[in-house]
């Protein structure tokens, strides 16, 4: 499945093929959320779980170029 066609199914189907599909790598806290690490084909994806709100709030290819890969990379070796 190509990114453009992951991004435009809903938040719960794409919640369904992480969890049916992928394989989670690592959990991480970045401010206010648990950002959990997926493996999906070839691709990172990252869950951004608001504890506060109890949601998902968003679901996003990895960046990485964003300062949050510090934290990824403290803890595993990433195929980048």
Known sequence: MS???????????????LYTEGTFVVGIRYYTHKVNLYLLE??????????KLDKIDKIDFL???????KFYLDQIQLSV
């Open 63 to 69: 960046d990485h170029q964003h300062t949050r890969m």
């Open 42 to 51: 070839d691709e990172y994806i990252e869950v951004f779980y608001n504890h």
């Open 3 to 17: 990114k453009e066609d992951f991004n435009i199914l809903p938040l719960h189907k794409k919640i369904h093929m």
